[in-house]
């Protein structure tokens, strides 16, 4: 292997960006680009479940559900309808720091898109009834049925989320809540939800496509902008931890899995700074594809773990230190405390033993590649900008995320490793309670 | 109330084109490529006439197995070797096995294609193959389907596959074969397959920015040492419809939810009514805004999500249904879209609901189509079924201009409620007398 280190792309954001903010305070991205004729229309706003008090978790997640079933001048159910009758796909997605909402269409769509979110921005709440409320409680909790309590290992996250964070900090409980705070939810909370948390001045609109900026920050204007500002936006509580954890914790679940599956877990850093770029690199050259240590060792050479069930991630939250998540599952035969020493080896070298260049040059490589994959879609680049400038304040900086993997170094590497070490672990391991048939 | 009351018009439509396709044949295969200027990454696919319809019964998996033995190493280097070579690139191969092909696929960004190509077409031609890692990974597979075999669904969809195709049929048994047929896949079996059908030169889709390639280079690349002709494909199979409704019943013991299959055969993808059939699909259960989805999750909040399809390939087809719905609700919902299917066929769609459905359709080809492996993946479709170069351009013409008699007399033609089978995949124990009671179908035990 050659030992010149890969080349740094200049930038990961290569197309143009302006920005401007209404005097209502909400901030408008424009991103410009010709080639097909499609437009993405992409709403942050910076309230998510780490905003929820206690009794009230799921909240954030429900009330996205709310935002699909009508506002001041959208009947129930039309949203859905005018968009996919424009050709238009949509979505959106509530997690512990935000929640989003997008839109792709055909160019010539665009002010329906805007009018759409304008008026579920601004006139959400007198379209809100009981009745919308108790449909969609029990949608919520048929998804949390089918994603989560129906399926082996759909829990994990669940129970791991409350052992990496104490009680009371934002990330303790996951996005999808309790059954028994979603039977809870009256509707009078949600209509001050939307009162205080989806104002223009806590959202950031982002239009990537077929546009003009002129076009877009005039329409802007005109849908967005005789919305009113919201003074004291409540904060989420504090995600302020200071440093790893100091004692190891471990929880062990005996239930209907097919097989033994660990995760170990570590608080890193807040998504966005340099120490969770080196996360990012680390996840990548222990756990992403065949040629990860995880997959060559584990899945490959001792074949105690099976090869489609393992890997290494950083999950990217940006108001507290954001988990990596180690996970194998068992081949037959082999027990879970083999499985997890085998993994926790591995782990551990991230720390004695250096990465090699051909390690360091094939994690960076494969993450090229996933950025511009993320880049190849006007949704995946609307979404991209939106996330910058609601955490970080500038939606140019997307630019550096790239540039800031590809200069990672394997000393950087070292440092992040020293810090994942077993006093500071979480781990959840399953265990199967039935035999191998059915 | 200070929004804007009046919802916009739309400005005027810049409809999309598909981009030029380029063809070029070489070394006794087809490169078949479209040029996507300025994008970063770029996708190569080898095609290759080697789906699951060709594997020997009671050896269904076969062709999983091969294709993830294409990275266990190649003639020349070991998988280790061959794995770091790729992901150095960026590279990840994406293998994937359907009843029509086997496709091997590369994305990387645009300037290393030439050698992701060089080493896809190493591992699909050149696999080493040695007997220890082929039963390594059968064994893998095995395992493998067993975590998915777990999970609700997958045995749902076998138990409605063999009843509708039956159990003789290769059609009628999973896809990706069943742990069983799997384990029972032999080192001689998966070095056959290899030796049949990934040795033909098949055909090469590319997606990318052109002015950066080199077609010619990345087909020598790819069809080197490959030798034989095209094949036949196979006539269709028919329709035989079902002269009664049944209930088969998967018992998954203290499910809280039931998994519900529901569907009956079709006609292949070449059919005339191929567009009507995909509107009526959309009307009943494609759309968010679907005649199903409104009621069974948005007005009775039953489910999560529930969705109608004709699914179609070369030789068969079939209309399905499937949705995951709580245990407590399980007959009214299958009585609730059962009702709504039989309502289709009956009453046709509206006019109101056929304008979001055909405006949808079309729209979806220029949203959709903006990635190179989105394109990769049309570029597929149009070689699969031999549809002619201009094929994406009249099916937006064809989508836009269909009338809701067209529409409705495709789902008078093509909807059959009194013959359906419904599977259940749930608490048997919970469900079993009140399915029995509800008049849908005579309830049997699916034997899975």
């Not at chain 1, 104490?166 to 409980?173: A, E």
Request: with cysteine; hydrophobic share 40%; glycine share 10%.
């Amino acid at each position: 292997m050659s030992a010149q280190p890969a080349p740094v792309t200049p930038t990961g954001y290569p197309w143009p960006i302006e920005t401007a903010r209404l005097d209502n305070g909400l901030r408008v991205v424009v991103s410009e680009d010709h080639t097909a004729p499609v437009v993405c229309v992409n709403l942050w706003y910076d309230v998510g479940s780490r905003h929820e008090p206690p009794g009230q978790t799921g909240f954030a997640h429900l009330f996205e559900h709310l935002m699909f079933e009508g506002s001041a001048h959208v009947a129930k159910t039309e949203h859905m309808r005018l968009v996919q009758g424009s050709g238009g796909s949509l979505n959106a997605t509530t997690n512990p720091d935000r929640t989003n909402y997008f839109e792709t269409l055909p160019v010539e769509h665009l002010e329906l898109g805007l009018w759409l979110e304008a008026d579920r921005m601004g006139g959400l709440v007198p379209a809100l009834t009981q009745e919308t409320l108790d449909n969609q409680r029990e949608v919520v909790k048929n998804e949390r049925r089918q994603r989560y309590d129906n399926v082996p290992y759909g829990d994990a996250w669940l129970r791991l989320l409350p052992l990496l964070y104490p009680p009371g900090h934002p990330y303790h409980h996951a996005t999808i809540g309790s059954m028994e705070d979603l039977n809870a939810a009256e509707l009078d909370t949600f209509k001050a939800f939307h009162q205080q948390y989806y104002a223009p001045n806590n959202a950031v609109l982002t239009v990537a496509g077929d546009v003009t900026p002129a076009d877009v920050f005039a329409l802007a204007e005109k849908y967005f902008g005789a919305l009113e500002s919201v003074s004291d936006i409540p904060p989420a509580p504090r995600g302020h931890i200071t440093g790893a954890a100091t004692e190891p914790v471990r929880e062990t679940v005996t239930g209907k899995v097919p097989a033994p599956r660990v995760y170990l877990s570590h608080r890193t850093h807040p998504f966005g700074t340099a120490g969770y770029d080196a996360v990012t690199v680390l996840a990548t050259v222990l756990g992403s594809g065949r040629g990860s240590r995880l997959y060559q060792r584990l899945a490959d050479g001792a074949r105690i773990a099976q090869p489609d069930y393992i890997g290494a991630y950083g999950v990217d939250l940006a108001h507290a230190p954001a988990p990596l998540i180690v996970t194998a599952t068992a081949k037959d035969g082999v027990t879970a405390e083999r499985l997890e020493a085998g993994v926790a080896e591995v782990l551990d070298s991230m720390a004695t033993e250096p990465v090699t260049e051909a390690e360091l040059e094939r994690a960076k490589a494969l993450l090229t590649t996933s950025w511009w994959r993320q880049m190849s879609t006007v949704g995946g680049r609307a979404d991209t900008l939106s996330r910058y400038a609601t955490q970080f304040g500038d939606a140019t900086s997307a630019a550096y995320r790239l540039p800031q993997w590809q200069s990672v170094t394997a000393g950087d590497i070292l440092d992040a490793a020293r810090t994942l070490n077993p006093e500071s672990r979480v781990t959840l391991t399953y265990l199967s309670d039935e035999g191998t048939d059915q | 109330m200070s929004l804007v009351a009046t919802r916009p018009g739309p400005g005027d439509p810049r409809p999309y084109t598909f981009p030029d396709i380029r063809r070029v044949s070489v070394g006794g295969g087809e490169v078949v490529a479209t040029h996507m200027p300025g994008q970063h990454l770029a996708t190569a696919a080898l095609l290759l006439d080697a789906g699951g319809a060709r594997e020997s019964a009671g050896r269904e998996g076969t062709a999983t197995v091969l294709a993830k033995c294409l990275e266990e190493g190649t003639t020349t280097r070991d998988s280790a070797a061959f794995a770091l070579a790729l992901e150095g690139l960026g590279a990840e191969l994406s293998t994937s096995v359907d009843w029509d092909s086997l496709r091997v696929g590369v994305s990387v960004p645009v300037g290393l294609l030439p050698r992701a190509v060089t080493l896809l077409a190493e591992a699909a031609r050149t696999p080493r193959l040695d007997p220890a890692d082929v039963a390594r990974v059968r064994d893998d597979e095995v395992t493998a389907l067993r975590m998915d075999w777990a999970q609700p669904g997958p045995r749902a969809d076998a138990a409605l596959r063999m009843d509708l195709f039956g159990a003789a049929e290769r059609y009628g048994r999973p896809l990706h074969g069943d742990p069983a047929s799997v384990a029972a896949v032999t080192v001689e079996d998966v070095t056959a397959f290899h030796e049949s059908w990934l040795k033909r030169p098949g055909v090469l889709l590319v997606a990318g920015d052109l002015t950066r390639l080199d077609l010619a280079e990345l087909g020598a690349a790819a069809f080197a040492g490959t030798t034989g002709e095209p094949l036949a494909p196979a006539g269709p199979l028919g329709v035989p419809i079902a002269a009664g409704r049944r209930v088969l019943l998967v018992d998954r013991p203290g499910s809280v939810q039931s998994t519900l299959r529901i569907g009956h055969r079709a006609p292949e993808r070449a059919n005339p009514d191929y567009v009507a059939m995909t509107l009526v699909a959309t009307v009943l259960g494609g759309a968010f805004t679907s005649r199903l989805n409104h009621l069974i999750r948005e007005v009775k909040g039953y489910t999560y999500g529930i969705r109608a399809d004709f699914a179609m390939t070369r030789r068969f087809g079939r209309f399905g249904i499937s949705t995951s719905v709580q245990t407590a609700v399980t007959t009214p919902a299958l009585t609730d879209t059962i009702g709504e299917v039989t309502r289709t066929r009956l009453d046709g769609v509206t006019e109101e609901e056929l304008e979001v459905a055909r405006t949808w359709r079309a729209g979806q080809l220029t949203v959709d189509m903006q990635t190179p492996g989105s394109i990769a993946g049309a570029l597929a479709t149009l070689v699969v079924h031999g549809l002619p170069d201009d094929y994406y351009a009249s099916l937006r013409r064809s989508l836009l201009d269909a009338t809701v008699a067209q529409v409705s007399a495709a789902a008078a033609k093509h909807l059959h409620p009194e013959a359906l089978t419904v599977v259940v995949e749930g608490d048997g124990a919970a469900i079993r007398d009140e399915l029995a009671a509800s008049g849908l179908g005579e309830v049997a035990d699916a034997g899975i």
